[in-house]
């Protein structure tokens, strides 16, 4: 019954989608408003049914309703209910499902805002989002059904349909398969989400944008219109990666956070394009530059996305995330085609018209800066691309399999994000139009200095490698400048009469765009220094201890204790192993690495035990051990400094988002103020 | 002010934009085209191949003609593939005094020590050798181990088994079928 | 076994041969740390992306225990990788061996790179060098009136 339910919510839903996309062109075509609207009513009309559908889904999960075949492959009796919950997202066709639910909310919550303004924009926004929308329900009902249910014939065979098949009954396995091993982690309750969340929250922009190419319009009031939209998607994309960093780190047994698997990349790309997005709209608010340039971006952040989620599940690249092959990869490619050709046609049409006859006036102005942010992130974008193409070329090219790994990406990109760093660090000081070397100098030199100053502290306490010390200099370099910004602008207010602190706050309050951007900037900082720190300087061991031997890595020592082998609750066996951390003969505390192996996918895991601290983490792998007696036991160790910084970047992403993105009142109401003043209209009461 | 010159390198920029992308477009496409096609199938015509087995003997294209040949890809890291072993084994003997069928193992990635190892283990005798460079596996399209391939006399695909044997019988009926006249 | 020790006096024969110069790793057991070195830039030729350094599974294991069999033989670090590639292909390498097609992957990012950054500059230097529409206004006793007014609010 719940089953049904949800199919129903998933088949309206999709009915009302192909429904709302024909009546907003309809009501385009006519120039009907009441058509328009009837379009913005279906599209709020998905989400609840969705939301039905999800739910019925979630329920049947939690209900270990194991007739449902999706209930059976990724749910198990023995997993406890906070997965069995999130095993929504955990197969292919229920994080279809999911991928569908938040884009009908997103698209609901954009028809609740006031359109007044923006009724030429309406229908297109709608058209792209419903459109979307469709394609992605298509997938769900005709290839990969989360609610088909299993059913046994008289010959005993078992197949699946969605309702009872003529002399057939339902076959209810005793036991699901269970959820993969790697994604039973408190990590999964959150990753997969926010990664989802920042994909599809970036339909939303570029739905804007198209809605912009249609009408002709070459004013930039579709950034503004979604600038909000854009800064949350990008902290929904960047905490998704982060937090996938972080649970690859804890559960993955690596030593590492991030291995420049195609998937990881797939995912990468987009914050890549979102993230030169972000800065560059701003010069087309300010200067009306970059048309091209933003367009260009929202529409491959747009793709990309799409592409990401392809790459997954197409059978087209093999990675540890990569779903089962099915027949949906010629479809999404289909779907890729179309909406690449099609934005891309628009654009082409509207190029001409979308030239500015504004010019760059300094090669070290803001704009020409900010220009070369674009070429940069835009670089580094098509250096992983290629990364990822390049093995499939290679197959059909010259029969070849090659695998590109860790080492490409990094040299490769290792000098643009040197310069992104020093960008960060020179753009805020430089000018609208003009710029001169000499008054970006007078600007630089202090907080130059001071990093130069900072660099040299380094070098003498034993720093040596020229790449960390390198990294290390621009991000001392960017923090001073940041800090600089704040100071000085502080210090204009207190000349005022304003004290510090009050200076400071009003400061960040009249311009949370800007100052909520350097706080993330600040952010960006911090993961540099984690990255820097585990990249040069980790070190790693393995050995084979009897009880009471130690491994020795940098200043670091572990002993093995003990061992001790039992089952757990969920259906695990698990080898937990004891050793005590010393650090320069120092004890420290207790780690706990353990092999955890799931009796009914017979999949192993390595939990590493961890000992965090802002320093390092000492990082400790059970690789192997004598079976039955525990007498001697091979350890991996890490040595991982600095790497505590990348997750608290990640938490000052989110304060700088929230500062950048808080709406403001106050300001809200000056602006249209200054608007209708402009117009010569009467104020509007809102 | 568009500068003749001006708009040339536009045009020309967007032709190799959009070539660009149709190669990207078409690469993609022809990958995921191969990756549907799966595995071979009954009719297709056998790969060729060379086989050199852990005592060095070669078979190629030459020794395998006209014979009817069954192509076993396992490995010893394989646990479903120890299901099989005893019932290949026990096939082989069958059709070993005739010179006309021959059983061939490829060992699927796999380390000399250990492959050798599970030979001995169960007793197989027939020619195995590494997989060198995973050729035979993609040259078969096959996906995981053990897959099992029948090649007729004519040298077409005639029997496919993706997964291990549940016996004897399976093998044995599907030789015999082949072996008539 | 006769076999196997006559295999591997055979590889060992042919791999001395070959580089004359390489550093004779290790000698009777070399150590797991050398090992993850070179398994470090290897693949598990079975599961998909997950360096062999890390790769849990039995058969990685028995990779890993293969590393340390061929070090111990006497095999250099390259020649641990050439037998890895004759055995399982070029893709168990963790980037592309050079040659061929495959030098499209080391040359194209630094040609992209400079390509792009020869456009941005172009489209930068382009852009100052626009006829300065504005120059036309400096003629008019409006202008010098302005600038008057803000020289005089600037002091």
Same mark, same amino acid.
């Given at each position: 019954?719940? !089953? ?31 058509? @328009? ?33 999706? @209930? ?294 803001? &704009? ?94 034993? #720093? ?10 621009? %991000? !001392? ?49 911090? =993961?540099?220094?984690? =990255? ?74 390595? #939990? ?15 690789? /192997? ?28 992403? #989110? ?32 | ?8 390198? /536009? ?171 | ?6 295999? #591997? ?15 004779? &790793? ?20 079975? %599961? ?56 499209? =992957? ?50």
């Amino acid at each position: 019954m719940i !089953a049904d339910l949800g199919f129903f919510g998933l088949l309206t839903a999709f009915l009302l989608a192909l429904y709302g996309c024909a009546a907003a062109l309809y009501g385009h075509w006519q120039r009907s408003p009441r058509w @328009v609207a009837s379009a913005r009513a279906a599209t709020l009309l998905t989400f609840p049914l969705l939301t039905l559908s999800a739910l019925s889904l979630v329920y049947s999960l939690i209900d270990l309703d194991f007739q449902i075949e999706y @209930v059976a492959s990724v749910t198990s009796r023995s997993m406890p209910l906070y997965l069995r919950a999130t095993a929504l997202w955990g197969g292919q066709a229920g994080s279809l499902l999911f991928w569908s639910w938040l884009m009908s909310a997103f698209a609901a919550a954009v028809m609740l805002r006031d359109w007044r303004r923006d009724r030429d924009f309406q229908p297109w926004v709608i058209l792209v989002c419903l459109a979307t929308l469709a394609f992605f329900l298509a997938m769900v009902l005709f290839f990969e059904n989360p609610f088909v249910r299993l059913w046994q014939g008289i010959t005993g065979t078992v197949w699946t349909a969605l309702w009872q098949p003529g002399g057939a009954l339902p076959y209810i396995p005793r036991d699901g398969n269970g959820l993969n091993p790697l994604l039973r982690h408190p990590g999964m309750i959150i990753h997969p989400p926010m990664l989802y969340l920042g994909f599809v929250s970036f339909v939303i922009p570029f739905a804007f944008a198209i809605a912009a190419l249609v009408t002709g319009r070459s004013d930039d009031r579709w950034i503004r219109v979604t600038r909000r939209w854009t800064l949350v998607a990008w902290l929904f994309l960047s905490l998704g990666l982060l937090l996938g960093s972080r649970w690859a780190y804890d559960v993955l047994g690596w030593g590492g956070y991030w291995g420049w698997d195609p998937v990881e990349i797939a995912a990468f790309m987009p914050w890549l394009t979102g993230t030169a997005f972000l800065h560059s709209v701003m010069i087309q608010e300010k200067r009306g530059l970059f048309k091209h340039w933003n367009l260009l971006l929202v529409i491959l952040t747009y793709d990309l996305v799409i592409f990401g989620t392809f790459l997954t599940r197409s059978g087209v690249l093999s990675s540890v995330h990569a779903f089962a092959q099915s027949a949906i990869g010629p479809l999404f490619f289909l779907f890729i085609s179309v909406t690449l050709a099609v934005s891309l046609a628009l654009l082409s049409r509207r190029w001409q018209a979308l030239k500015s006859d504004v010019e760059m006036t300094s090669l070290l102005s803001r &704009e020409a800066l900010f220009l070369l942010n674009n070429f940069l992130f835009v670089s580094i974008l098509v250096i992983c691309f290629l990364g990822v193409i390049f093995p499939l070329a290679s197959e059909i090219l010259t029969g070849q399999q090659i695998t590109v790994g860790p080492i490409y990406y990094e040299s490769a990109t290792r000098p643009l994000w040197a310069a992104l760093l020093l960008l960060m660090g020179v753009a805020p000081l430089s000018a609208w139009r003009a710029s001169t070397a000499r008054t970006l100098g007078r600007a630089i030199w202090k907080p130059l200095l001071g990093s130069v100053l900072v660099a040299a502290i380094m070098l003498l306490n034993g #720093i040596r490698q020229p790449g960390a010390l390198l990294g290390l200099w621009l %991000c !001392a370099y960017v923090v001073l400048v940041t800090s600089y910004e704040f100071w000085r602008g502080a210090q204009a207010r207190q000349a005022k009469g304003e004290n510090f602190a009050l200076a400071l706050w009003r400061l960040v309050a009249r311009n949370r765009r800007r100052y909520g951007g350097y706080i993330i900037h600040v952010g960006v900082v911090l =993961i540099a220094i984690g =990255i820097i720190g585990i990249e040069f300087f980790q070190q790693e061991t393995q050995g084979r201890l009897a009880i009471g031997e130690q491994l020795q890595a940098s200043d670091y020592a572990i002993e093995y204790v003990s061992l001790a082998e039992f089952q757990s609750a969920d259906g695990r066996l698990v080898d937990r192993a004891v050793v005590n951390v010393y650090r320069d003969g120092v004890f420290v505390r207790e780690l706990y690495p353990r092999q955890d192996f799931y009796m009914e996918s017979q999949q192993p895991m390595t #939990i590493p035990g961890l000992h965090s601290t802002w320093e390092t983490d000492v990082y400790v792998l059970l690789v /192997s051990w004598e079976p039955i007696t525990g007498g001697s036991a091979t350890f991996k160790m890490y040595v991982n400094p600095l790497v505590s910084w990348v997750w608290l970047g990640g938490f000052v992403f #989110i304060v700088g988002t929230l500062v950048a993105a808080w709406p403001n009142r106050e300001m809200q109401a000056v602006e249209l103020q200054a608007r209708s003043r402009a117009r010569g209209l009467p104020l509007k009461a809102r | 002010m568009n500068k003749p010159k001006e708009e040339q390198t /536009s045009i020309l920029g967007r032709v190799l934009a959009w070539i660009f992308l149709l190669a990207v477009l078409a690469l993609v496409a022809v990958q995921l085209d191969r990756s549907q096609r799966g595995v071979l199938t009954r009719g297709e015509a056998a790969p060729d191949f060379t086989l050199t087995t852990f005592d060095g003997q070669v078979f190629g294209s030459s020794e395998i003609e006209g014979k009817v040949v069954l192509v076993n890809i396992w490995a010893s890291w394989c646990k479903p593939c120890e299901q099989e072993a005893e019932a290949l084994q026990a096939a082989w003997l069958q059709y070993e005094g005739r010179g006309d069928v021959l059983f061939l193992g490829v060992d699927y990635v796999d380390t000399e020590k250990e492959a050798l190892a599970y030979l001995d283990r169960w007793d197989i005798s027939y020619p195995n050798g590494p997989d060198l460079g995973t050729q035979i596996y993609t040259a078969f399209r096959a996906r995981g181990v053990p897959e099992t391939f029948i090649i007729n006399k004519m040298g077409e695909v005639a029997y496919v088994k993706i997964g291990p044997f549940q016996g004897i019988d399976e093998i044995t009926s599907v030789i015999d079928r082949l072996l008539e006249p | 076994m006769k076999r196997l020790a006559l295999l #591997i006096a055979l590889l060992v024969l042919s791999g001395a041969g070959a580089t004359p110069a390489a550093a004779q &790793e290790g000698g009777p057991t070399p150590s797991p740390d050398e090992v993850n070195a070179i398994a470090k830039n290897l693949y598990c030729p079975v %599961c998909a992306n997950v360096p062999l350094d890390v790769c849990g599974t039995a058969a990685c294991a028995q990779w890993r225990q293969q590393i340390a069999d061929l070090l111990a033989a006497g095999y250099s670090q390259q020649q641990v990788y050439d037998y890895f590639v004759q055995q399982y292909g070029p893709s168990v390498l963790a980037a592309p061996p050079p040659g061929g097609f495959n030098w499209l =992957i080391y040359l194209l990012p630094p040609a992209i790179v400079l390509l792009g950054g020869f456009l941005v500059w172009r489209s930068l230097t382009a852009w100052k060098r626009k006829p300065r529409l504005k120059a036309k206004l400096c003629n008019t006793k409006f202008a010098k009136k302005i600038e008057d007014e803000l020289k005089a609010r600037r002091s």
